[in-house]
């Protein structure tokens, strides 16, 4: 992912884990927002908490590019991972 093809107001698309459930994850829309600690810089907006937004972070333009990588990573294309 490269950063500066996101501005603030831009809504994206990233896996987020359940905390109370690890193994469960699903695709979230989230908000990208200028960061609150660090103005000159960029933060997701996911249920009430921001997340710096850096390359280390699997974020997708489209639901459905996210649902492509969702269901490559944990569907069934999955398994072809394990052969």
């Known amino acids: 992912m490269d950063n500066q093809y996101y501005q603030a107001g831009d809504i994206v698309y990233v ?9 469960v994850a699903n695709v979230q829309a989230a908000a990208v927002v200028n960061n609150p600690q660090k103005e000159d810089e960029l933060a997701l907006f996911l249920y009430e908490t921001y997340y710096p937004l850096s390359n280390e972070m699997a974020v997708y333009s489209t639901e459905e590019e996210a649902n492509q990588a969702y269901n490559y990573y944990y ?5 072809r991972l394990l052969q």
């Open 75 to 79: 569907g069934n294309d999955s398994e």
């Open 15 to 23: 896996f987020y884990r359940n905390p109370h459930t690890q193994d």
